[in-house]
């Protein structure tokens, strides 16, 4: 069994900067992929970014390309998306998620934390 805790979300103006934090405990596996998503309301989810704990392969959505960064911090089973030039389009409440195939590709992942909030908005 996998937890996950997002922390870091909040309100920030448009062109401000947010750094999200996804706090894994129990069986997490080094060589499993963490992802995060994002939803915004009336709209589906969607893929932001995600990474393979084992060498650090990242990936991100189109969308978020050149302005978010995720990294992790494996000694405390951390990883972190370092959002900056926010828009009002990144609005919405933001999932940290992980899997144990270590796929560097987004899908239905395993385990899932409880989101946290991002608004984008003057």
């Known amino acids: 069994q996998v937890q996950l805790v997002e922390s870091g979300g909040g309100l920030v103006q448009p062109g401000g900067s947010l750094r999200l934090s996804c706090a894994a405990s129990g069986r997490i596996i080094d060589y499993s992929t963490i992802g995060w998503f994002r939803q915004a309301p009336g709209k589906e989810r969607e893929e932001v970014s995600c990474?393979?704990?084992?060498?650090?392969?990242?990936l991100y959505a189109d969308s978020v390309k050149g302005r978010f960064t995720i990294s992790s911090d494996n000694a405390k089973k951390t990883v972190y998306l370092q959002m900056n030039d926010l828009k009002p389009e990144d609005t919405g409440v933001y999932y940290c998620?992980?899997?144990?195939?270590?796929?560097?590709?987004?899908?239905?992942?395993?385990?899932w934390g409880q989101g946290t909030q991002v608004t984008v908005s003057s």
């Open positions: 998620a992980a899997d144990p195939r270590g796929l560097l590709k987004f899908y239905e992942y395993d385990y």
């Open positions: 990474l393979t704990i084992l060498d650090g392969a990242t």
